[in-house]
Structures are given as C-alpha cells and as structure tokens.
C-alpha cells in the first residue's frame, strides 16, 4: 500500500434520511471536502426505499469520482451497479467476493476483534474499519484503542479505517496510525455538516 500523507474522509450515510433533502445536504459537504468513499448505511429493509437512495447517492458521487458502497446487502450492490459492500462479518468476505467480483470494493467492519480483522484481510478484503474508537452508550462498550491502530499500521498492510464516536482530539491522536476515518453522526449531527467536515479534516492533517 503506497504511503499517504494524511488520512481521508470515508463518509457513512445516517441510518434513516430523506431522499430530496439528504442530497443537497451531502452535495454541501462533498464541495467542502475530499472524500475518498461514500457508505450507504440505510437501516431501512425496504428494497425499494434503498434502491433509490442508492440511485441517487450514485448520480452525486460517480460524478465526483467517489466510490459507492452499500452496508451487508451484497446482491443490491451487484444489481445496483455499485462500487461494493461494506460487511460486519468476516467469515462473509469470501462469498462477497466471489460474487462482486475482483474489481468490487469489500470492505469489514471488525469492531474491535485483530482476529476478525486479520481474517477478513486473508479472505479477500479491501479494508478493515475497527470501532468504536470513542466511548459510547451503544454497544457493549467495548472500544478499539489506539494500541490497535498502531500495531496495524506497522505489521499489516491493508488500509485501517477508524470509526465510531469520533472528535477532534481522537482524529489529531490517530491520524499517524490510521489511513481513513470514517465519519457519519459525527458530521450529520452538526448544525453545519460541512463546517464539521472542514474541522475534522483540519484535525487529520494538523
């Protein structure tokens, strides 16, 4: 993996918008910042509703050169023409893979396991996100610290991405010791997403 400066921005969508105000919102921030990928993370089930969300979000990122990759559902990534799949399970990776294809984007979220992670990179992964890096009430609190990050980035080479109730003093901390940052709430939650983004992006490269 070639050396990059600084980390990116791996942007995740929020779990539930809406269609006509979330693009403009997500145009705004794509135009104050680079963005290396964009995650669909719908937690709606409905096909339909997904489909589109996913035909929209393409039309704003292609036309950016960002890639599109959508959480867990493998097949709508392969009918919807998008980059890949973000999955959360490493044991997943192999059967993505050969159904995407070589060129597809699969990435793994290994929460806070270097066994899930490791396993995922020997399946065939394109990246492994570790989190949360922040505490949280959600979950079982479990956090992925930054001795993990650190080891990852000396001992293997597959790009690392850091995610999970991020702030400016955990980016400024993990920017040596991580590629990407994955930011969703952390950003949308904001009163100006891209202000926010602008402020995260300042951290990573201070």
Sequence with gaps: MAEIEHPQIYLITPASFELSSFGKELE???????????????ASHDEDRIARAADLLREITHRRDIALVIESHVL???????????LKEAHSVRAARKTLGEDAIV?????????DGMSG??????YVCFG??????????????????????????LP??????????????????????????????????????????????A
């Design 28 to 42: 705004t921030v794509l135009d104050a910042v680079p963005v290396a990928c964009l995650r669909l993370a719908m």
């Design 76 to 86: 709508l990534s392969e009918r919807l023409g998008l980059d890949g799949v973000h």
């Design 107 to 115: 990435g793994l979220h290994a929460a806070t396991s270097r066994h």
């Design 121 to 126: 990179g020997e399946a065939g992964a394109d």
């Design 132 to 157: 949360p890096v922040g505490a949280s009430s959600l979950g079982d609190g479990a956090l992925a610290e930054r001795e993990l990050f650190d080891w990852w980035s000396q001992m293997i080479e």
């Design 160 to 205: 690392v991405v850091a995610e999970g109730a991020l702030d400016e003093a955990l980016i400024r901390d993990l920017s040596p010791v991580t590629d990407f940052f994955g930011l969703g709430e952390e950003i949308w939650s904001a009163e100006d997403p891209a202000a926010q983004a602008r402020t995260f992006l300042n951290a990573m490269q």
